[in-house]
């Protein structure tokens, strides 16, 4: 089954958001730490709603921590980025996809970008520079669901 991951999240909306959504879907949010927030904060709660309790998410030390375990379940990143050159729309999702939100602020670092064979942008109107990241999660993660079949 596809999965959402978020690299250190700084807005807990957001991932009170993708929590919400990952309880809907029946998929897994996985967490790379640090978190700019705790997850019992009152933020997260209220965007997430009662739903916290059903959804699905794992928690990961670090980048390191993550990759190795994506590399051991034999998963496959996809990093989205309003930098990418490959449209969603033109990609081949698989169901061992993890689609990889990075932070809000700035992204995830280009070491890190740098290792991830596979970056996806969404197509947008000239002047605009980027949509919120629970929003072109979950845009995504409606096509890859649609091409999977999940």
């Known amino acids: 089954m596809i999965h959402l991951a978020q690299f250190q999240p700084e807005i807990p909306q957001n991932t009170g958001t993708l929590l919400r959504t990952a309880a809907c879907l029946g998929i897994t949010l996985d967490i790379i730490d640090p978190c700019g927030f705790g997850l019992s904060d009152r933020r997260l709660k209220r965007a997430g709603m009662d ?23 034999k998963r496959r990143l996809v990093y989205l980025s309003p930098h990418a050159k490959t449209s969603y729309l033109d990609f081949e999702f698989k169901e061992n996809d993890t689609l990889l939100l990075g932070r809000e602020s700035d992204g995830i670092p280009l070491d890190i970008t740098d290792t991830i064979a596979h970056q996806l942008t969404i197509p947008m109107c000239d002047g605009t520079r980027s949509m919120n990241v629970a929003i072109a999660g979950a845009l995504v993660l409606g096509e890859a669901l649609r091409q999977t079949r999940g």
């Open 51 to 73: 739903y916290l309790d059903l959804a699905h998410y794992k928690r990961h030390l670090s980048w390191d921590h993550f990759n190795d375990y994506c590399q051991i379940k």
